[in-house]
């Protein structure tokens, strides 16, 4: 059974993270220029897709020599080191223009055109627990292919995608190119659920790192889009924490499933359950940029 310091770790662990994520990509978009800002935060995301990669190949060697200690000592010893890199980093705060003041949190998140938003990070989250927490479970039952091979052939396709095709979202529209990377994340998906050898693995990898290369920087670059400047931090904060509320629903629900029915069904479930989001984010997100577009254009009329 687990003990109480394991409840105790990763809650402040969660919260950590939280906080973490929260301050690096409110620190990377305030120095990203606007014009640019997919391709930026898509290079930038580059420092946080590469460790997982390497990741997956260190994790999978530490534990073929030692135990899960010596892998969390590891981990720590990278935190430690993490921790040294940033301390050189100057401090930055939002230039606020005269009367203009933060919104406050609640507000933030109740922004109209944010709502699609956080029903979208949220959804992707959920799913993406169908790989980040259970394919070390799933290739050790199925006997086939390796968290380095899954994650290596995920992380080297979406590096790939952002430094050499970053600037497609701002050159030909962002939701233009976000709604195929999540089909091709979907297609992943079900590669997954019908995977019988190694090679399976590799490409739905691919597949997977492809979708994900495009798809959470876009995100990114949408919320700071719409997000008011002095409000940037508070947004981040929640579009980070949607990673772990996705965590917290989606690693029961996808347990359950492969408990119940299976590998296949779950990659299944996960595939066809972010299909259903896109679709209803796609049309919600269009409605309500339409309906802003047609109050702006009355009130210039008026």
Do not use: N
């Not at 979202?169 to 990377?181: N, Q, T």
């Amino acid at each position: 059974t687990l003990g109480p310091w394991v409840y105790a770790v990763r809650i402040g662990h969660g919260i950590a993270e939280a906080m973490l994520f929260s301050a690096l990509f409110t620190y990377g978009t305030d120095v990203i220029p606007a014009a640019r800002r997919s391709q930026g935060i898509a290079l930038f995301g580059v420092s946080g897709l590469l460790p997982i990669g390497v990741a997956g190949i260190v994790g999978d060697f530490v534990l073929s020599i030692a135990g899960f200690r010596e892998l969390f000592l590891t981990a720590a010893g990278f935190a430690v080191l993490t921790l040294f890199l940033s301390l050189p980093l100057p401090e930055r705060r939002p230039e606020l223009k005269p009367g203009e003041s933060p919104r406050g949190f609640w507000k933030i998140v109740t922004k109209r055109d944010l709502l699609p938003i956080w029903w979208m990070i949220g959804s992707f989250s959920t799913v993406l627990t169908a790989y980040f927490v259970f394919i070390r479970r799933y290739v050790d039952d199925t006997g086939f292919g390796s968290v380095g091979l899954f994650f290596s052939t995920y992380v080297a396709i979406a590096i790939l995608e952002r430094i050499f095709f970053g600037w497609l979202p701002d050159r030909v529209g962002r939701k233009r190119v976000l709604y195929p990377s999540l089909m091709i994340l979907i297609a992943g998906f079900f590669v997954l659920a019908g995977a019988g050898s190694w090679v399976g693995i590799a490409i739905a990898g691919a597949l997977c790192g492809a979708g994900h290369g495009f798809i959470f920087p876009i995100l990114t670059t949408l919320l700071v889009d719409r997000a008011p400047d002095t409000d940037r931090g508070s947004a981040m904060s929640f579009f980070t924490a949607m990673f772990d509320v996705g965590t917290l629903i989606g690693g029961p629900i996808l347990g359950a499933i492969i408990d119940t029915a299976g590998w296949g069904p779950m990659y299944l479930t996960s595939g066809v359950a972010l299909g259903a989001a896109t679709s209803v984010v796609a049309r919600w997100d269009h409605r309500i940029t339409h309906d802003d577009g047609r109050e702006l254009a009355l009130s210039v009329e008026g």
